[in-house]
C-alpha cells in the first residue's frame, strides 16, 4: 500500500500556481528520486506534501487518510523532513539539533528523556558522526551539518522520509555514506521521496523516479528506463550527447 | 562531552544576583552592613527599628519589584528572539513597551483603576507586536531581521506619539505629574499594590513558556522544518506573543519603559548558558532580575539625586545592540 500518494494535485502559493496535474505514490520501501532543474516547483511540491503549503487543487493522503485530517504531531511520525544543510540561528549543540526529531515521540510539555538522548545517540552513530554530538551546530562544516539534520531525521522515526538534495553539499565520501543509509532505511521498510541533481545517485537507490519540470511531471516510471539521455536533455535543456556522456554506462547489458 | 551548562555558569548567575540582592538593600541614603541587612530580614518585617523600616518597607518591595520586571522583560526578549528567529528584537524594539505604554497612558488619563492600567498595558502592547508581525510579513524583498527592527521602531515611534498625545490631553494637576512619573520608568514609585497585581500577570505569561520550554526551540527553525518535527508553529507562536506580551506589559504597568533590558540579559544568558531553551531561561530570569536590582541600585545611589533607571539600562544596552547590529550580518 502507498504510504504517500498524491492524485491530481496543483501546487503553489495563493495567486501563483506553480505546477498541476501531479501523480505521485510512494510505498513503503520504495525510494522515489525526483529529477528536475532548480525552480521547478520542488521546493514548492514538497511543502505541500508535508502539509505546510495547502494544495491548490487535487488530494494528498497519508496513509489512506487525507492530509489535511492529520495533527501536526500525528503526521511528524508519519513523515520525517531533511532540508537542504542550513546555517542555523543560534549556536545550539550538534546533540540538540538531533534532539528536536525526538519532540513528536514527547509530550507536550516534556524535555528530552535520557531515552531520547540514547536515540540520538544512535542515529549519530549511524552517520559516523557520534563524535560530533557536542560541538555547535553553527561552527561545523555544510556537509557535517547535513549530516546531522538526517541524523535528526531519523532519531524521529518515521515511517518515510522526504529530503531535499541531501547530498547536495557532501564530499563524496559523505555522499556514499548517506545513499548507503537511503538503501538501509529502504530495507527496513522506510518509504523514500528525495530529490537530487546526480542521476548516477538516482540510479544508484532509486526504485522509481519522476521528472519535474515547471511543475508538471513530465516522466515517471522505473529509474534507468525514465531517465534515458534524452529525457534527461530536455529536462536540463542541455546536449544528448554530452549527457550521454556522464551517464554510468548501464551494468548487464550490451 | 557537554560545552554548555556546566553547573557552576549558574552557581555564578546566583552569586551574582544574590550579591546584586544584598547591595540594593545595603546602599541608598540611609546605608547598612550587610550584617545589618541581614539581622533585620531575620528579626521580620514588625520590629520596630528604623532598620526594619528602610528594609522591610522599603527596599524590600522595590527590590522585588526590580526582579520582577526585570525577569518579565529578560524572558519576554528571549522569547520574541526565539520565535522570531531575530537576536536584534526585543519588548522595546518591537515597539511592545511603547504599546503598553499608550495603552497604561489612556487608563490613567481616564481615571481607571490599577487593573484597567495593567489590561489596557496588555491590549496596547498585543496591538503594537501584532502590527509589527503583520507589516514584516508583507515586505518581501529585504533582509527579513532588519524589516522587523525596523517596523517595531515606525510602530513604536507611532505609539509614542499617542502617549506624548495623552500627556498634552491630560489634567496637569492630577493625571500629569502621574503619567509623567510613571513614563520615566522605574522603581521609585512602586507599591505593594502594584506588585501585588503584577507578580500573577508575570507567573501567568510565565507558566506556558516553563511548560512549552523545549518546543520554544523548534521555533528557531523555519516554519516548514518546525512543522515537519510536530510543531503546529502557528499556535505555538501565538500562544508565546500573548504570554510575552503579557509579561511585557506588566513590567511597564509597573514601572514604566525600561529599555534594553529584553535586549541585553538574554545575549548574556546564551553566552553562558547557550541558546536551548529549558536552560536558557531560568538563566534569563535569574541574570535579568539581577541586572535590573543592581542598576536600581546603582540609578539611587550613585549620585546625590537619583537618576532615572532607563538612563542607565540604556548605557549599557545601546552599545550592545551596536555590536549586535555589525556582527549580524557574519553571524547569521
Known amino acids: 500500500m502507498s504510504l504517500l500518494e498524491a492524485r491530481g494535485l496543483a501546487i503553489g502559493y495563493r495567486g501563483r500556481r506553480v505546477g498541476g496535474d501531479i ?45 489535511r485530517d492529520w495533527s501536526r504531531l500525528e503526521l511528524a511520525r508519519q513523515i520525517g523532513y531533511v532540508p537542504q544543510a542550513h546555517a542555523g540561528l543560534f549556536a545550539f549543540t550538534v546533540e540538540d539539533v538531533a534532539l528536536m526529531g525526538r519532540t513528536a515521540r514527547m509530550g507536550r510539555f516534556s524535555s528530552p528523556s535520557p531515552q531520547d538522548r540514547a536515540a540520538v545517540g544512535v542515529a549519530l552513530a549511524r552517520l559516523g558522526i557520534a563524535h560530533l554530538a557536542g560541538r555547535i551546530y553553527t561552527e561545523i562544516s555544510g556537509g557535517e551539518r547535513q549530516l546531522v ?38 530495507r527496513d521498510g522506510i518509504a523514500i521521496l528525495m530529490s537530487t541533481h546526480q542521476p548516477e545517485h538516482a540510479f544508484k537507490v532509486a526504485d522509481r523516479l519522476a521528472l519535474l519540470k515547471t511543475g508538471q511531471i513530465v516522466a515517471q516510471g522505473m529509474a534507468r528506463a525514465t531517465a534515458t539521455p534524452e529525457r534527461l536533455a530536455v529536462l536540463y535543456e542541455a546536449d544528448v550527447a554530452a549527457v550521454a556522456a556522464c551517464l554510468p554506462a548501464t551494468r548487464g547489458k550490451p | 562531552m557537554r560545552l554548555f551548562f556546566l553547573p557552576d555558569r549558574f552557581v ?45 518597607n522599603l527596599r524590600l518591595p522595590r527590590i522585588a519589584a526590580g526582579f520582577l520586571i526585570g525577569a518579565a522583560l529578560s524572558a519576554a526578549g528571549a522569547a520574541y528572539q526565539g520565535m522570531f528567529r531575530n537576536p536584534l528584537v526585543s519588548p522595546d524594539i518591537l515597539g511592545v513597551s511603547a504599546g503598553a505604554g499608550l495603552g497604561a ?5 481616564m481615571g481607571f483603576s490599577l487593573l484597567w492600567v495593567q489590561g489596557l498595558a496588555f491590549c496596547g502592547g498585543l496591538l503594537a507586536v501584532g502590527t509589527v508581525y503583520f507589516v514584516a510579513g508583507l515586505v518581501r524583498r529585504h ?62 505569561g510565565l507558566l506556558p513558556m ?12 523555519s516554519d516548514e522544518e518546525a512543522a515537519a518535527l510536530g510543531v503546529n508553529v502557528s499556535r505555538l507562536r501565538a500562544t508565546l506573543i500573548v504570554c510575552a506580551t503579557l509579561m511585557t506589559a506588566a513590567a511597564v504597568a509597573v ?54 533607571l532607563g538612563i542607565l539600562t540604556a548605557l549599557v544596552g545601546a552599545p550592545v545592540f551596536l555590536v549586535l547590529l555589525a556582527r549580524s550580518g557574519r553571524t547569521t
Open chain 1, 149 to 186: 539534520l538526517i541524523a535528526r531525521a531519523l532519531a524521529q522515526e518515521a515511517k518515510m522520509l522526504i529530503l531535499d538534495e541531501p547530498t547536495a553539499s557532501l564530499d563524496f565520501g559523505n555522499q556514499l555514506r548517506v545513499l548507503g543509509e537511503i538503501e538501509r532505511l529502504k
Open chain 2, 12 to 56: 555564578l548567575m546566583a552569586v551574582f544576583t544574590l550579591t546584586a540582592l544584598l547591595a540594593a538593600f545595603a546602599f541608598g541614603p540611609y546605608p547598612l552592613s550587610p550584617g545589618d541587612v541581614l539581622r533585620a530580614l531575620r528579626a521580620g518585617p514588625w520590629a520596630e527599628n528604623d532598620t526594619a523600616v528602610v528594609v522591610w
Open chain 2, 105 to 109: 497612558a489612556l487608563a490613567i488619563l
Open chain 2, 210 to 221: 516553563l511548560l512549552l520550554r523545549w518546543r520554544v526551540n523548534l521555533l528557531s527553525l
Open chain 2, 255 to 308: 514601572a514604566g519603559i525600561v529599555g534594553w533590558v529584553g535586549l541585553v540579559v538574554p545575549h548574556a544568558a546564551r553566552l553562558l548558558v547557550g541558546p536551548e531553551f529549558s536552560r536558557l531561561l531560568p538563566a534569563v530570569l535569574l541574570l535579568g532580575g539581577g541586572f535590573v536590582i543592581a542598576a536600581d541600585t546603582l540609578a539611587r545611589s550613585a549620585t546625590a539625586i537619583e537618576l532615572p
Open chain 1, 23 to 67: 501523480d505521485l505514490c510512494v510505498a513503503t520501501g520504495e525510494v522515489l528520486c525526483l529529477l528536475g532543474p532548480n525552480g521547478g516547483g520542488k521546493t514548492t511540491l514538497f511543502r505541500t506534501l508535508l502539509g505546510v503549503l495547502p494544495p491548490l487543487a487535487g488530494v494528498v493522503t497519508i496513509a489512506g487518510r487525507p492530509l
Open chain 2, 143 to 204: 533582509d527579513p531581521v532588519l524589516v522587523l527592527v525596523l517596523a517595531g521602531v515606525a510602530v513604536g515611534t507611532l505609539f509614542s506619539a499617542g502617549i506624548s498625545l495623552a500627556k498634552v490631553l491630560a489634567d496637569p494637576s492630577v493625571q500629569l505629574p502621574s503619567i509623567t512619573f510613571w513614563l520615566l520608568g522605574g522603581l521609585n514609585a512602586v507599591t505593594t499594590g502594584d506588585l501585588a497585581l503584577a507578580a500573577p500577570l508575570v507567573v501567568a
